[in-house]
């Protein structure tokens, strides 16, 4: 298996984050992948993401050395979440250290004896596709008395409740892991896990899991879709254009699109030599 640290494969990439990216819009794809253009704005919600994925990783690996004990794995895992969740200055009822404490205790707390050996944690992979490189990191790989091996991915949530269900593609991410780990490894998984953290201040809502059962038509699925993908990113990259997806640029609908200001300023960028970018936004 080829660690991202090690990558010597000289060819573009593409990971689950820029792969929705484009799906759900391209020309954002266009502004954040291609320009490198970011809103300037605290990314709160990637901030917390990124500390309660760490909250659990360290658990997670303080349990698979089998050392100690739940209470100090997970004083020891919310312990990590301190420095990262500093970084967020803005106030936010559900975004804050309070909650991001109560909601992971809670979540510990109500998997404590969950059915699972933790197998590996944190598995970074580079997968060659011939003419990409298809990269991630995988939470973590568990053993189920009853699956077998499975890779597991954590989402968090503020859309308390199972309507989460509408807003992701909560099988995409785990088809491209769990295909990854065949293409590398040879070994057939039993499935992937999807493990759903709400957020939010009440706990009123318990953690989330879904068991998937995967099979090698889901690898050979997966593989020929994520290649048209790459065909239509090329043909996108070929042209210079990448057309705006206007379901996504209307808050109303839903959906929240940082780069509705540069789309309405330059709704033709690819023929302009110059950009000037406003100040709410930075390279």
Excluded at 90 to 118: G, H, Q
Excluded at 170 to 190: C, F, H, K, R
Excluded at 193 to 207: R, S, Y
Excluded at 249 to 270: A, F, Q, S, V
Aim: proline fraction near 6%; glycine fraction near 6%; aromatic fraction near 12%.
């Amino acid at each position: 298996m080829q660690l991202l640290e090690t990558l010597t494969i000289d060819k573009p990439w593409l990971d689950y984050s820029s792969l929705v990216m484009l799906m759900s819009c391209p020309r954002k794809y266009y502004w954040k992948v291609v320009k490198e253009i970011s809103s300037s704005e605290e990314p709160a919600a990637l901030i917390n993401g990124e500390a309660y994925h760490e909250a659990k990783a360290t658990y997670l690996k303080l349990k698979k050395a089998g050392i100690g004990s739940h209470s100090e794995w997970k004083d020891k895992a919310l312990e990590s979440m301190i420095p990262i969740m500093a970084q967020i200055t803005s106030e936010d009822p559900k975004r804050n250290l309070t909650v991001a404490f109560s909601t992971m205790n809670n979540y510990f707390d109500f998997w404590r004896d969950e059915p699972y050996e933790v197998i590996e944690v944190e598995v970074k992979f580079a997968v060659d596709m011939i003419s990409f490189v298809f990269v991630g990191r995988i939470d973590s790989i568990k053993r189920h008395p009853s699956f077998g091996k499975l890779v597991e991915e954590t989402k968090t949530t503020t859309v308390v409740g199972k309507r989460w269900e509408n807003r992701v593609k909560p099988n995409l991410q785990l088809d491209g892991y769990y295909s990854a780990m065949y293409i590398l490894t040879g070994e057939v998984y039993g499935g992937g896990i999807l493990d759903i953290i709400p957020v939010d201040e009440k706990l009123k809502q318990p953690p989330l899991r879904f068991i998937t059962p995967r099979t090698l038509e889901d690898v050979k699925d997966w593989t020929s879709n994520i290649q048209e993908w790459w065909i239509t990113l090329s043909r996108y990259k070929e042209s210079g254009i990448f057309p705006q997806n206007t379901e996504t640029c209307y808050p109303i609908l839903g959906y929240n699109c940082e780069y509705t200001t540069l789309c309405g300023m330059y709704p033709h960028p690819y023929s302009m030599d110059e950009i000037e970018i406003p100040g709410e936004y930075h390279i």
